[in-house]
């Protein structure tokens, strides 16, 4: 006789839609961040309530050697001409790593290095982005649809949002150039 078979957590690739998996749920909204987007007046004059990203994470066990996952839905919008994007964060142990993979919609995954070297990977249905060590990271919507992405990372890594206060090195705004829909400038 066969031994009983778990069915484990399901997610939609299309949609980042988790199934069978208890979640835990985290909203951010514009409220949550102000001096965050490059422009202030127009962050002030959006609604506070308006919701930035939601992360939904299976609630599973913690420790050394144990993994989370979950997804990431970032709204598509812009403050001024300044794209939605992440918090963004280094790992409180800077030593651990993560894996992001593309879902749905279009974006950039922001990356820098402790000593402020900056990078961007393109982030679409498929893409697999291997965030090393001491690395911080942040996901940008460039496009006009939700983008969705599965991070699998240390339960101990932690976050550490406080060493990112004054900014990454880089934002990503819309582009007044025909032939490109984003252009990165040095913050
Ligand atoms: C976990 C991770 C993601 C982010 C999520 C929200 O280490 O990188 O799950 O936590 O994309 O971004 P933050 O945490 O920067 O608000
Ligand atoms: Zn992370």
């Not at 992405?149 to 004054?166: E, I, K, Q, R, T």
């Not at 582009?175 to 490109?180: A, R």
């Amino acid at each position: 006789m066969n031994p009983d078979v778990i069915l484990p957590p399901q997610v939609a690739w299309a949609s980042g839609v988790f199934a069978n998996a208890p979640l835990i749920r985290k909203t951010t909204r514009l409220a949550d961040l102000p001096d965050f987007f490059s422009d202030n007046n127009a962050w002030r004059g959006c609604d506070p309530q308006q919701r930035l990203y939601d992360v939904e994470t299976i609630d599973s066990p913690s420790g050394e050697g144990a993994l989370y996952v979950g997804v990431t839905h970032l709204y598509a919008g812009k403050i001024g001409d300044e794209f939605f994007m992440t918090r963004g964060h280094f790992h409180q142990r800077r030593e651990q790593g993560e894996v992001y993979f593309g879902l749905c919609g279009r974006g950039l995954l922001l990356l820098q290095t402790a000593s402020g070297e900056a990078r961007l990977e393109r982030v679409k249905p498929g893409s697999v982005h291997i965030i090393p060590s001491f690395t911080a990271h942040r996901l940008i919507n460039t496009g006009d649809e939700t983008l969705s992405a599965l991070a699998v990372w240390p339960s101990v890594a932690g976050h550490d949002y406080a060493a990112l206060a004054g900014g990454f090195a880089l934002r990503v705004f819309a582009s007044d150039h025909h032939l490109q829909e984003w252009e990165a400038r040095n913050d």
